[in-house]
């Protein structure tokens, strides 16, 4: 039968003689690991990606806090020196 020619190289050469590794004890390591690979490696990707985007925005809120601070200095200044003109 087909179970004995398979037991009988298997027998004689060892599992590695197999398209792909029995799927008990330690064998089950290669079937499992991959997938684990696979997604310990995208939650990895994905919170990299997300540290992007947040320092991203945050750079963003720095850049546009920094302008308006320009312009509000610039025009503090200016009413500043307008209001001076006039006596109060």
Known sequence: TKDQIIGYFVAQYGEKILAAPTKK????TA??????AMGL???IIS???VK???RGKIREEEI???Q???VQGKYAAKLKKELEKFEF
Do not use: S
């Open 25 to 28: 004890g330690f064998n089950l």
């Open 41 to 43: 490696g995208a939650g």
């Open 64 to 66: 546009k806090k920094t």
């Open 68 to 70: 308006q601070e320009k």
């Open 47 to 49: 919170l990299i990606i």
């Open 31 to 36: 079937w499992v690991a991959p997938f684990l």
């Open 52 to 54: 992007w985007v947040l």
